[in-house]
């Protein structure tokens, strides 16, 4: 084994740990409301907090209307309102981010286990220290959500809730942080669907993000009310 390579090895631990670590909280909403046997609105609001919980760092206003090609395919397009603001106690700039996007979901069953996969796109056009960023972003989502009950139809219940969402800078990653990739999310949650149209849950998510300047690991606890009108 030669020198260069065994210092690589040693070295890979602290380049992967040598970097920001965070505690957050975020808390989400998510609704989609039938319209017809076609269409639904979509509706997902997050609020994240600093790390530790210090303060309010993200709003997120995310609406949308979801075109529903059959039981397992459907399209959706919205828009995106995110303001990341900054530490109270410091006189620093809040950062405001208008997103259109686009979207396609596959759901299936495996059983009892619901599958769904995500492709999403996103026109980013951010404000950033006073100055204009345009950039695109393909996410691809993938989740599953296993009853504990296993019922044919899961209609109340314990759950386990499994995810992995990659985001990949697809125009303009220079301006980003001249990468293709931009970010990975890993959660696990346990939930309750107390009724067909209700669930809650409430788990962990690992997110790793490629900045400009620093890489950032931040766990965070995740809160989530999913309805379903």
Do not use: C
């Amino acid at each position: 084994m030669s020198k260069k390579f065994l210092l690589i090895i040693l070295l890979f631990p602290v380049y992967l740990f040598a970097q920001q670590k965070e505690q957050t909280i975020w808390l989400a909403l998510i609704n989609s409301t039938r319209l017809s046997d076609k269409f639904s609105t979509h509706l997902d609001v997050q609020i994240r907090t600093a790390d530790d919980a210090d303060y309010i760092r993200t709003l997120i206003f995310r609406p949308g209307i979801t075109y529903h090609i059959n039981k397992k395919n459907s399209l959706t397009a919205g828009y995106a309102y995110a303001e990341t603001l900054g530490n109270p106690e410091v006189v620093t700039a809040t950062n405001i981010e208008h997103r259109p996007w686009e979207q396609y979901t596959l759901k299936y069953k495996i059983n009892s286990t619901a599958i769904s996969h995500r492709f999403r796109v996103e026109q980013r056009f951010l404000q950033r220290n006073n100055q204009s960023i345009f950039s695109q972003r393909l996410r691809y989502l993938a989740r599953a959500v296993v009853p504990l009950k296993r019922d044919s139809v899961f209609k109340k219940g314990f759950y386990l809730s499994l995810q992995d969402e990659v985001f990949f800078n697809i125009q303009n990653k220079k301006k980003m942080n001249s990468k293709v990739f931009d970010q990975n999310r890993l959660s696990v949650s346990v939930g309750y669907r107390l009724s067909e149209k209700m669930d809650m849950d409430a788990g962990y998510l690992f997110n790793y993000i490629e900045g400009l300047h620093h890489n950032t690991a931040n766990h965070a606890l995740l809160l989530t009310l999913n309805t379903r009108f």
